[in-house]
């Protein structure tokens, strides 16, 4: 679907929009693929990926 520099400008369009606090499964709802190929899509790009289950933080 993303051949070529069409997939680097999707690649970079995800990377932004995860690195603004955008979860993988809310990509998944935008772009309408699947969490395997956004993730592939994410750290082709280079993005250094959340831990799993969201913010574990604790709110103080």
Do not use: C, W
């Not at 990377?15 to 979860?23: K, L, T």
């Not at 990509?27 to 959340?50: D, K, P, Q, W």
């Amino acid at each position: 679907m993303y051949p070529g520099p069409e997939r680097d400008r999707a690649a970079a369009d995800l990377r932004s929009r995860y690195d603004a606090d955008a979860s993988i499964r809310d990509l998944i709802n935008l772009t309408g693929r699947s969490y395997g190929f956004v993730h592939r899509l994410l750290t082709e790009a280079g993005t250094t990926l959340r831990p799993r289950g969201g913010d574990q933080r604790s709110k103080r």
